[in-house]
Each structure stands twice: as C-alpha cells, then as structure tokens.
C-alpha cells in the first residue's frame, strides 16, 4: 500500500505527457461497387493518461485494437473521432504540415524487425533517414549519431554500412530501436517489440528499453498480450477487449486485485513455472466477437460467467472502483 501511494504521487508530480479521449477508429467496409455496406469499429472511446518517463501497458487478445490504438495516436492510420492531446495540443486536428513539427517528438517501434527495415538500405542510412526528413544536423553530425546510437543499442559502429539481411532478428530490433532514437523523441509507441524474437533475446531488449528510457527521459506506450513482458516493464496497465478499454490500473494493483471478469482470464492463464501451485484456471466460453457488429450492452457479456440482464441492454462505463483503479463493469456500479 505504501508503495502505491509513493507511486501515486510521484505521477501526480509529473506532467501529463500525452492524454488520449474518445478515440475512435473504424475502418469502412466497401461493397465491389465502392458503396460503404459497414465499418469494422476497431477503437472505440479509449481514454487514458500517459505521464512523463512513466509506461502504460496495453494488453488484450489479438484484434481487440491494441495496435490501431498506438497507430492512430501517431496518425499512421487516422483516427475517426477524439482527441490525441500531446504537450497540451490536439494533434489529431493539426494538418499535416504542422504535426510533421510535432512529429519528430513521437516515435514508433514495429513488431517484425524483418519487414520495418528496407532491405535495399544499409542500416546507417536508415537510422540518418529520420534526421534528413527533419533537417537535424549536417551529413557528418548525422552520421557520428548514428554510430552512437548503433553503439548505445548494442551494435558494433562497423556495421554501420551492413544491409538488414546480415543481422539477427534482436539485431533488427535493436536497429529499430536506434532509428527511433535519432530524433531524440520524448514518447516511444512499442508495439509488441518483443514478440517476435527469441524468449532468451526478449529479456535483452526489454533491459536495453529500460535503460534507454532512462538515458533518453522517454514516456512509452508499450503494447503486447504477453502479461509477463507488460508486467516487467509497464508501469500502469489497460486492458483492452474489442476495442474497448475495460481496465486501468498500476501493475501491481492489476496482478494483486483484478476486477473485471475478462482481466481475471487473462491472468489465469500466463503460465506457473512451480507446479505445486495451484492456481485456478478460467477458460472463455465462445469466440471473441465481430468488430463489425459488436454485441449490445457490455461488449464483454456473450463470453462473461458472471452476465446479467443489466449487461446485454447497458453499456457499462470505466470509471474509479479505488484511487487510481478504473473498472468497466456492473458488478461494480
């Protein structure tokens, strides 16, 4: 409890870096004829607040938009309605001009290292890229950071003229991570980093992420559905289910005292390296729905042991369960 309250006012203290509101994302579904037939609502008013130096974990099953998400924060796929308020300016309403300025701030690391990196471009000449597209020093200054940043991630400075294909899966993701870096950014998009490399790889570069943040003074989205990754490095963790943000909290309070059904199920299953602990198992019934026609009421209720009339006509709200701890659910209201 004490460790929460130091935690509490030490994000109270610092700055509100990025605060996202009512975004949504729907993607339209067109007929052979080009007509609009429906949209595949892929977020739908997701709220949160991401502080200075601090990490917010998005979790959920694959396809609940975690990644749309982080994509239409930075306007890689722009978002449908809300508001994306960085350093106190709405992004998501300037042109494109005037966020190209904002721009260089926000940073995004991909989930494959293997299709992020042009395989036709030596790996020095795509981490100098983002300095040319931002005018940010002459050809030498940009070449001496690349190698500095090629250094800091744990690449040797002579292979600065290599191609992608010379280099190992976690290589690629570090080289990621120094591309990302050349701007000298203050929020870093994480998406699924780690999920694609080697679990003995996976710890290399979640350490190298947290002494980056460090050094760099960096706030990160970080976004998976391995529990255990998040649970390491996350700070605050949302929980997503079919777009929708069903849980928010610290990660200690998450994995001590979860609350909605859908979290509950998510924790039962990360697996329990001792097996004389006995731990109790919730298995879903039925499948995720379709975006496309999302179910009435709580999003939630078609697969919820604990539904009730209320959730199939009511849509519950994420508001404050304890201090700091949101919930989306009526068996809290």
Do not use: W
């Not at 020093?137 to 190698?147: D, L």
């Amino acid at each position: 409890m004490l460790k929460q309250q130091v935690e509490k006012e030490i994000v109270n203290q610092s700055m509100s870096l990025l605060q996202v509101k009512n975004l949504k994302k729907y993607f339209p579904i067109t007929s052979p004829f080009g007509r609009t037939i429906g949209q595949v609502k892929a977020v739908e008013n997701i709220e949160f607040n991401l502080h200075e130096r601090r990490t917010l974990g998005l979790v959920g099953e694959s396809g609940c938009g975690k990644s749309t998400t982080g994509r239409a924060i930075l306007r890689l796929t722009e978002p449908t309605n809300g508001s994306v308020i960085y350093k106190g300016g709405d992004v998501a309403k300037l042109k494109k001009r005037e966020f190209k300025k904002v721009r260089k701030e926000m940073q995004m690391v991909f989930q494959d290292p293997h299709s992020s990196l042009n395989p036709k471009k030596r790996i020095g000449e795509m981490i100098e890229e983002p300095m040319v597209i931002h005018h940010i020093g002459n050809k030498k200054e940009r070449m001496e950071r690349a190698m500095d940043l090629l250094r800091r991630t744990g690449i040797r400075e002579d292979q600065y003229f290599r191609f992608p294909h010379e280099f190992s899966g976690g290589q690629r993701q570090r080289i990621g991570i120094a591309r990302a870096l050349a701007v000298d950014p203050t929020l870093v998009v994480l998406d699924e980093p780690v999920s694609a490399l080697d679990v003995s790889i996976q710890s290399q570069v979640i350490n190298l992420l947290e002494e980056i943040q460090d050094e760099f003074k960096l706030a990160y989205l970080f976004i998976s559905h391995d529990l255990s990754v998040v649970r390491h490095i996350a700070d605050e963790i949302g929980v997503m289910y079919l777009g929708h943000m069903v849980e928010k909290t610290s990660t200690d309070e998450l994995f001590s005292e979860p609350l909605h059904p859908y979290t509950k199920a998510l924790l039962s299953s990360i697996p329990v390296p001792d097996r004389k602990i006995k731990r109790e198992r919730i298995i879903l019934k039925g499948d995720v729905p379709s975006p496309i026609n999302p179910p009435t009421g709580c999003v939630f209720h078609t697969r919820c042991p604990y539904v009730m009339d209320r959730c199939i006509v009511e849509k519950p709200v994420l508001h404050e369960r304890y201090s700091g701890h949101e919930v989306a659910c009526h068996l809290y209201d």
